[in-house]
């Protein structure tokens, strides 16, 4: 269960705010040039963020955050041992604010390394909503974007 709109700008968002990062011109432009910049890079980015989401990519994505093991059947009573205690504690310290259940995955990854979940309630069932993604695999999609000639 996927909402595709509210997933599609997740990404994008975070593929244009790290190109202008990257680029630098997010320190060169003024407020509303920042923010025209940014409307405009969501709009080409669109297409780009279109094949993202579609089945196969999306899974391709979300294959290093493990999310199989998080909610298969892979999870043995050795997996909840002494030593991942502290996976428990993550789990157990998801947010959870009014429609919206965030968490992040895999567990036993450092924040930096994780991808953060947005769960929306939308009519009584949970549908994946966004995906904070970690910054290398951002600047991978920056990279992958500028190469097939998005953002310049």
């Known amino acids: 269960m996927i909402d595709v709109r509210e997933l599609k700008r997740s990404l994008a968002a975070q593929i244009v705010r790290t190109h202008l990062k990257v680029t630098g011109r997010d320190q060169r432009l003024s407020p ?5 910049a940014f409307q405009a890079g969501m709009a080409i980015a669109d297409s780009y963020v279109v094949e993202i989401v579609k089945a ?3 899974i391709d994505l979300l294959k290093n955050a493990r999310t199989e093991t998080f909610a298969g059947t ?3 009573v050795q997996s909840w041992g002494t030593p991942n205690l502290r996976n428990l504690g993550r789990l157990l310290s998801s947010e959870y604010r009014g429609r919206n259940f965030y ?3 895999p567990l036993s990854a450092e924040e930096q390394d ?6 929306r309630l939308s009519q009584w069932q949970w549908k994946l909503a966004g995906v904070d993604l970690p ?3 951002v ?6 974007f500028r190469a097939r000639g998005g953002i310049r």
Do not use: F, P
């Open 114 to 119: 994780s991808y953060r979940l947005r769960l």
């Open 139 to 144: 600047l991978r999609l920056v990279q992958e």
């Open 135 to 137: 910054e290398a695999v």
């Open 32 to 36: 509303l040039a920042i923010n025209l």
């Open 56 to 58: 196969d990519a999306l």
């Open 103 to 105: 968490v992040s995955v």
């Open 74 to 76: 892979r999870i043995g």
